[in-house]
């Protein structure tokens, strides 16, 4: 359970990092970059022939980290600037339901009737979510659950692509160079509109190292060492109570209260994840990059 508690400080260090005054950008592109150091660095003094790759398969991996770390990580902090926690992170969960329609897409993996029932919780739960927003913010609301789809889009997209990356490499490998694309896109784009300025501060700086080490490398660090003891299926499955916790420790440190509506919603993307975990029998071994 502790995992899923890093995991959950995202939307939490994301929120605090808004009320310094941060440029989002220059967030997620730091948080990116430390993390493809630091990755980067193991991989040179721990077995750097992982860092070998095709030269025939750049343009996959530039493609592969824009979309599942660049397009990810900023969709993911725009949903946090113009709505809640809850909110963000309820949209994002949609992504289970996302994958099912693109394995179905792109494998020809079979729409089966308790995936059927997990579009139908995700769509209920979109809806919800939507009515459940205040009507004196109602334009920011509705600007965060669409980042917040757009971010789960993203994550399905780098879980799908992943299983052709996992066939030719491995992981770590595809972990790194979907970081460093990731990180060039959100550094270059950072750049260009800042015209090369960086308006950082040491408060902004500590929550950025934060989220790259604490929410990120360590997150999923850990989650993949559990593999080892647990069942994939197993972490999975208890990957979804991640949006419960991140939702909890919203209430507890930015004082964010949920109306009925949007727990309902809330409550029905945890059991489509669920639902969907028990009837496929566990889940593969990917890695999502929040």
């Given at each position: 359970?502790?995992?899923?508690?890093?995991?959950?400080?995202?939307?939490?260090?994301?929120?605090?990092?808004?009320?310094?005054?941060?440029?989002?950008?220059?967030?997620?592109?730091?948080?990116?970059?430390?993390?493809?150091?630091?990755?980067?660095?193991?991989?040179?003094?721990?077995?750097?022939?992982?860092?070998?790759?095709?030269?025939?398969?750049?343009?996959?991996?530039?493609?592969?980290?824009?979309?599942?770390?660049?397009?990810?990580?900023?969709?993911?902090?725009?949903?946090?600037?113009?709505?809640?926690?809850?909110?963000?992170?309820?949209?994002?969960?949609?992504?289970?339901?996302?994958?099912?329609?693109?394995?179905?897409?792109?494998?020809?993996?079979?729409?089966?009737?308790?995936?059927?029932?997990?579009?139908?919780?995700?769509?209920?739960?979109?809806?919800?979510?939507?009515?459940?927003?205040?009507?004196?913010?109602?334009?920011?609301?509705?600007?965060?659950?669409?980042?917040?789809?757009?971010?789960?889009?993203?994550?399905?997209?780098?879980?799908?692509?992943?299983?052709?990356?996992?066939?030719?490499?491995?992981a770590?490998?595809a972990?790194?160079?979907?970081?460093?694309?990731?990180?060039?896109?959100?550094?270059?784009?950072?750049?260009?509109?800042?015209q090369?300025?960086?308006?950082?501060?040491w408060?902004?700086?500590?929550?950025?190292?934060?989220?790259?080490?604490?929410?990120?490398?360590?997150?999923?660090?850990?989650?993949?060492?559990?593999?080892?003891?647990?069942?994939?299926g197993?972490?999975?499955?208890?990957?979804?109570?991640?949006?419960?916790?991140?939702?909890?420790?919203?209430?507890?440190?930015?004082?964010?209260?949920?109306?009925?509506?949007?727990?309902?919603?809330?409550?029905?993307?945890?059991?489509?994840?669920?639902?969907?975990?028990?009837?496929?029998?566990g889940?593969?071994?990917?890695?999502?990059?929040?």
């Open positions: 359970m502790g995992v899923y508690c890093l995991l959950s400080t995202l939307g939490v260090l994301g929120k605090v990092a808004y009320s310094l005054c941060a440029d989002p950008l220059a967030v997620i592109g730091l948080r990116a970059s430390i993390a493809t150091a630091i990755v980067g660095l193991v991989l040179v003094v721990v077995r750097p022939s992982l860092l070998r790759f095709r030269l025939v398969d750049l343009p996959f991996f530039l493609g592969y980290g824009f979309v599942g770390v660049a397009m990810n990580y900023a969709c993911y902090f725009y949903a946090l600037k113009f709505t809640t926690v809850a909110t963000a992170i309820t949209s994002l969960y949609t992504y289970p339901a996302i994958i099912v329609i693109l394995a179905y897409a792109f494998y020809r993996e079979p729409i089966t009737g308790a995936k059927s029932v997990v579009l139908l919780l995700t769509f209920l739960d979109i809806v919800l979510v939507a009515l459940g927003s205040s009507p004196i913010v109602v334009s920011g609301d509705f600007r965060g659950i669409g980042f917040g789809l757009l971010a789960g889009a993203a994550t399905a997209i780098y879980v799908v692509a992943g299983k052709r990356a996992l066939s030719k490499y491995d770590k490998t972990l790194f160079y979907s970081f460093l694309s990731g990180s060039l896109a959100l550094n270059a784009l950072r750049i260009s509109q800042l090369f300025t960086v308006n950082l501060n408060s902004i700086l500590c929550v950025v190292l934060a989220i790259a080490i604490v929410a990120t490398l360590l997150g999923y660090g850990a989650l993949r060492y559990s593999l080892r003891f647990i069942e994939a197993r972490a999975g499955l208890a990957c979804s109570v991640e949006p419960a916790i991140a939702i909890y420790l919203a209430y507890l440190f930015l004082n964010e209260a949920l109306n009925p509506t949007q727990i309902l919603g809330a409550v029905l993307v945890v059991l489509s994840v669920v639902l969907l975990q028990l009837r496929t029998g889940s593969p071994k990917i890695q999502v990059v929040q």
